[in-house]
T-cell receptor, first 112, second 113 residues
């Protein structure tokens, strides 16, 4: 499984756009990139998934360059409630079963 | 919408005792995952099941075992508990094996004293 590297922590202010970049240099052809959010003492929550280029949903955007060796999660106009740990996962999507491996996440702190 | 149900939510055990954690996945989800998360740590993958068969194994101690039953609920059995087993244990389910969108339960907080 591809190893991921993210910043340990980030600070932001309410209303700003936050971009968290994850590097995954040895991503394989069949790997997908997935991001999860986790609040203290709660289970992780799926945010977004992508394979290449750009994916957008109601909560975030995911930018993946052509070489796929990194990805950037973009959170538009963050609020205090976005304070959480964000995990970048690289998972092989195949029909024999998979496992989601969480590396070290990014602790995002949003200040008023 | 139905979510992943875990029971109990809290559990206190003494060293060397056994514990059983239960997980009820979302209906029609055929894959179940178990994770352990120690204080200030990231979730560690323990084991997963697809259609009641073990699918993948992570850093699960030999003292732990798990299974998935015919009704798709899963149980994590932990024996000879150690202080270091104190953690949050999460169960997650996904619609399909290999689906990276997993839905997590609220977790069981196990405290070993």
């Amino acid at each position: 499984l591809a190893k991921t590297t993210q910043p340990i922590s980030m600070d932001s202010y309410e209303g700003q756009e936050v971009n968290i970049t994850c590097s995954h240099n040895n991503i394989a052809t069949n790997d997908y990139i997935t991001w999860y959010q986790q609040f203290p003492s709660q289970g992780p929550r799926f945010i977004i998934q992508g394979y290449k280029t750009k994916v957008t949903n109601e909560v975030a955007s995911l930018f993946i360059p052509a070489d796929r060796k990194s990805s950037t999660l973009s959170l538009p106009r963050v609020s205090l409630s976005d304070t959480a740990v964000y995990y970048c996962l690289v998972a092989f999507v195949y029909n024999q079963g998979g496992k989601l491996i969480f590396g070290q996440g990014t602790e995002l702190s949003v200040k008023p | 919408a139905a979510g992943v149900i875990q029971s109990p939510r809290h559990l206190i055990k003494e060293k060397r005792e056994t514990a059983t954690l239960k997980c009820y996945p979302i209906p029609r989800h055929d894959t179940v995952y178990w994770y352990q998360q120690g204080p200030g740590q990231d979730p560690q993958f323990l084991i997963s099941f697809y259609e009641k068969m073990q699918s993948d194994k992570g850093s699960i101690p030999d003292r732990f075992s798990a299974q998935q039953f015919s009704d798709y609920h899963s149980e994590l059995n932990m024996s000879s508990l150690e202080l270091g087993d104190s953690a949050l244990y999460f169960c997650a389910s996904s619609r399909d094996r290999g689906d990276t969108e997993a839905f997590f339960g609220q977790g069981t907080r196990l405290t070993v004293v």
